[in-house]
């Protein structure tokens, strides 16, 4: 699986955005997709993830609310609609895959195997 994330760009507070990872090759229902980002000075953090059938989506509390997942199969691409943003939210996203992860570690960078490149989102206040 490869997978190639686009969208960030700078925003202002309050602004929406919307990222996308397109996934390459044949994405089963179960691939697990998900976002992480990371904070200049700070560790990858987790932000959103769900499976590629789109009935598992779980959230950081920090975005829970303001963020949101999608999956469009027919485009093998994965969204994460960021609306109410907030300086806080600067980081680079990474867009993240793996076929062998359970429900309960859908949370945890160390359980996909494969990752986008990130793409840089700025949000000024």
């Known amino acids: 699986v490869q997978l190639q994330a686009s969208g960030g760009g700078l925003v202002q507070a309050g602004d929406s955005l919307r990222l996308s990872c397109v996934v390459s090759?044949?994405?089963?229902?179960?691939?697990?997709v998900a976002w992480f980002r990371q904070a200049p000075g700070k560790e990858r953090e987790f932000v959103a993830a769900n499976r590629f059938s789109g009935n598992y989506a779980t959230y950081a509390e920090s975005v829970k609310g303001r963020f949101t997942i999608s999956i469009d199969n027919a485009k093998k691409t994965v969204y994460l609609q960021m609306n109410s943003l907030r300086p806080e939210d600067t980081a680079v996203y990474y867009c993240?895959?793996?076929?062998?992860?359970?429900?309960?570690?859908?949370?945890?960078?160390?359980?996909?195997?494969?990752w986008g490149q990130g793409t840089l989102v700025t949000v000024s206040s």
């Open positions: 090759g044949r994405p089963s229902g179960r691939l697990a």
């Open positions: 993240a895959a793996s076929a062998s992860v359970i429900l309960s570690n859908l949370r945890s960078r160390t359980a996909y195997s494969n």
